[in-house]
T-cell receptor, first 115, second 114 residues
Framework: DAKTTQPNSMESNEEEPVHLPCNHS???????IHWYRQLPSQGPEYVIHGLTSNVNNRMASLAIAEDRKSSTLILHRATLRDAAVYYCILRRSSGTQGGSEKLVFGKGTKLTVNP | DAGITQSPRHKVTETGTPVTLRCHQTENHRYMYWYRQDPGHGLRLIHY???????DKGEVSDGYSVSRSKTEDFLLTLESATSSQTSVYFCAIRGDRLTSYEQYFGPGTRLTVT
């Protein structure tokens, strides 16, 4: 499985934008880029995903480099509730049973939001 | 919130005893997963299911078995618990549609094996 590299930790101030980077230099053409986050004492939560084009949803934006070897999760205005561990994951479909679309979690980036 | 519950939420057991964790969903989703989370390792996939009675192994399946006799329940069994299985266990579900990419996670079960 292709691997991702993320900084161990980042800090931000409340109300400011946050850019969380992810490197995935061995990404293949069929790998989707997914982001999940995990708030303290909770299960992971889906944030956003994309393949080639930049994506926006109500939680965040995902900017994907043209060569797809890196991506950035953008939180437009960080709040204290955004303090969490953010995981960048490559999802590859095996195309067989479908459930083989396993998520391989790395250690993620721990985001601290300062008031 | 996706309708996923896990039981028990906390359990302390002794080495060598059998333990069964239950994941229950009300979404009628086809795919279900069991992960474990340990400090320094992130989440690792134990087993997953792609339908009733259809299961397969993940990356850390040794010492674990699963069963899915009905759509809504996915059971994880530790036949003989060991201290290395002390962990937080998360269940996840995923929808059937090709565009159902996201997995929804339960609240977790904290298991301590003494």
């Amino acid at each position: 499985d292709a691997k991702t590299t993320q900084p161990n930790s980042m800090e931000s101030n409340e109300e400011e934008p946050v850019h969380l980077p992810c490197n995935h230099s061995t990404i293949s053409g069929t790998d989707y880029i997914h982001w999940y986050r995990q708030l303290p004492s909770q299960g992971p939560e889906y944030v956003i995903h994309g393949l080639t084009s930049n994506v926006n949803n109500r939680m965040a934006s995902l900017a994907i480099a043209e060569d797809r070897k890196s991506s950035t999760l953008i939180l437009h205005r960080a709040t204290l509730r955004d303090a969490a561990v953010y995981y960048c994951i490559l999802r590859r479909s095996s195309g067989t049973q479908g459930g083989s679309e396993k998520l391989v979690f790395g250690k993620g980036t721990k985001l601290t939001v300062n008031p | 919130d996706a309708g996923i519950t896990q039981s028990p939420r906390h359990k302390v057991t002794e080495t060598g005893t059998p333990v069964t964790l239950r994941c229950h969903q009300t979404e009628n989703h086809r795919y279900m997963y069991w992960y474990r989370q340990d400090p320094g390792h992130g989440l690792r996939l134990i087993h997953y299911s792609y339908g009733v009675k259809d299961t397969d192994k993940g990356e850390v399946s040794d010492g674990y078995s699963v069963s899915r006799s009905k759509t809504e329940d996915f059971l994880l069994t530790l036949e003989s618990a060991t201290s290395s299985q002390t962990s937080v266990y998360f269940c996840a579900i995923r929808g059937d549609r090709l565009t159902s990419y996201e997995q929804y996670f339960g609240p977790g079960t904290r298991l301590t094996v003494t």
